[in-house]
């Protein structure tokens, strides 16, 4: 069965700090893999998909993802983040996207 | 621009008054997925269509109904909704089911007094 975990339900970082934010799924094969933002109140927007190739993807926004497939792993990663950075983070794997329960991202200044 | 649009935004409804949610897309996307997200969860698939064809997710209740009479449209039929149902519901599409870009609308947020 399909499914994602994000370890992290809320993670605060300073504005300029990296910031990663965890995901590890369960997928038989090789999955594909997103990271989506949503900001209170609205939809989601994708922030990046993996299907296959290059393990690490760039995203919108500045965003990027590595893929280990040895750790069943697909963190998102970001060198500086802004206050506008502020919002919820979900994974999602698989074809008709299974999400992980989100992380709730805080930015002090 | 292309995209996909929920009406309305905020959906107010009586315990037990069917209600139905709208979306719209430009995209001409093969696929039209319906998700329920309640507070501080993770959405949740309710149901889907690839082009005419009905796919409704094994823990769905029978009260959630959907159509879809074009491609461009898909509306959520909620039959008798109670207050569990209280929600935001997203609307998304997709060129297929394999992959591709998910496109989300920005969602209604239903209450039931």
């Known amino acids: 069965a399909q499914s994602v975990t994000q370890p992290d339900i809320h993670i605060t970082v300073s504005e300029g700090a990296s910031l990663e934010l965890r995901c590890n799924y369960s997928?038989?094969?090789?999955?594909?893999l997103f990271w989506y933002v949503q900001s209170p109140g609205q939809g989601l927007q994708l922030l990046l998909k993996?299907?296959?190739?290059?393990?690490l993807v760039q995203g919108i926004k500045g965003f990027e993802a590595e893929f280990k497939r040895s750790q069943s792993s697909f963190n998102l990663r970001k060198p500086s983040v802004h206050w506008s950075d502020a919002a919820e983070y979900f994974c999602?794997?698989?074809?008709?996207?299974?999400f992980g329960t989100g992380t709730s991202l805080t930015v002090i200044p | 621009d292309a995209m996909v649009i929920q009406n309305p935004r905020y959906q107010v409804t009586q315990f037990g008054k069917p209600v139905t949610l709208s979306c719209s897309q430009t995209?001409?996307?093969?696929?039209m997925y319906w998700y329920q997200q309640k507070s501080s969860q993770a959405p949740k698939l309710l149901f889907h269509?690839?082009?005419?064809?009905?796919?409704n997710e094994a823990d769905t209740p029978d009260n959630f109904q959907s159509r879809r009479p074009n491609t461009s449209f898909c509306f959520l039929d909620i039959r008798s909704p109670g207050l569990g149902d209280a929600a935001m519901y997203l609307c998304?599409?997709?060129?297929?089911?394999?992959?591709?870009?998910?496109?989300f609308g920005s969602g209604t947020r239903l209450t039931v007094v």
């Open positions: 998304a599409t997709s060129r297929d089911r394999v992959g591709g870009g998910y496109t």
């Open positions: 997928y038989g094969a090789t999955p594909y």
């Open positions: 999602a794997v698989g074809n008709q996207f299974y």
């Open positions: 269509y690839y082009d005419k064809d009905f796919n």
């Open positions: 993996y299907f296959s190739g290059d393990t």
């Open positions: 995209l001409n996307h093969n696929v």
